[in-house]
């Protein structure tokens, strides 16, 4: 096992961008995902065609076909899967680790039916006998991989593990921070996803940049209210995990939660849009986990609700709208 080596779990776009910056870094860098022809295939071509395309691997990026090589290659492990396999990931791990294990995840989200964040699904598979950190931000897996200008953040109650995480990563035109508030990273990285989801489908309906800015200010005050009832730290959710990831994904069409939007908002039915997109739209299912999350806290979160009854509802985008324009006057107040 290397102490200065660390394994990418999960070979989507984003884990193989982060796989080939860390190995760009100079890091002893493995790759494993869990379709053993599909990692061969990875291995004989050498990039990634199927979820990012035109991007030659390092030469010492090292393809792993089986998981407990994987996983016993290197100290550190960084999980980059959808968060509905977060837990199925974790306990494929978990009897693979040895004393020396730190585990890294850039999953976002939260965990269908449970509405839990990734971190309360790792102490529940794990415990806390292994040091934990989250990474996130305005981070688009092409840009990563093209080496464009990005600056994304390192999150751990551990501050060693948050600052070797984020020298890793941190290097060429990349940058890394750290921050030991968890819940406010991972808070950011989650509810966007929604907001994503309601300023799609405004652009969609051609509702213009004021529409635009209106919901991402908004949706920002909605962030910050829930985090407020659940602890999180204001200047977290200002900063690049917060405000940053929020005003990236609604306002690029990368974004495959603003791409769902666009195509309801121009009259798609929801599977059609989802398939066509190819790839997990996260924010889909998170609104109804972030809408439970608020009924819990007893929050309002007006857009959120209303791009929940848009998707599991029925709801017809026009009247979504609807609803939000016809709230009474209230104070801009965030609380």
Known sequence: MRDNGITVLGAGSWGTALAIRLATNNNATSLWGHEADFMATLSRERQNRQYLPD??????????????????????????????????????????????????????????????????????????SYPAAVVSGPTFAREVAAGLPTALTVASYNPVFANDIASRLHGGTMRAYTSDDMLGVQLGGTVKNVLAIGTGIADGMQFGANGRAALITRGLAEIIRLGDAMGARRETLMGLSGVGDLILTCTDDQSRNRRLGLALGKGTAIDTAIKDIGQVVEGYNTAREVVQLAERYRVELPISEQVYRVLHEGLPPAEAVHNLLAREIKSESVS
């Open 55 to 128: 991007f030659q691997f390092p030469e010492s990026l090292v393809i792993e076909t089986g998981l407990a090589r994987a996983v016993q290659a290197n100290r550190d492990l960084l999980i980059v899967v959808p968060s509905h396999a977060f837990r199925e990931v974790l306990t494929s791990v978990a009897p693979l680790l040895n004393e020396k294990s730190r585990i890294a995840w850039a999953t976002k989200g939260l965990e269908h039916v449970s509405g839990k964040f990734m971190s309360d699904v790792f102490e529940d598979v794990l415990g806390s």
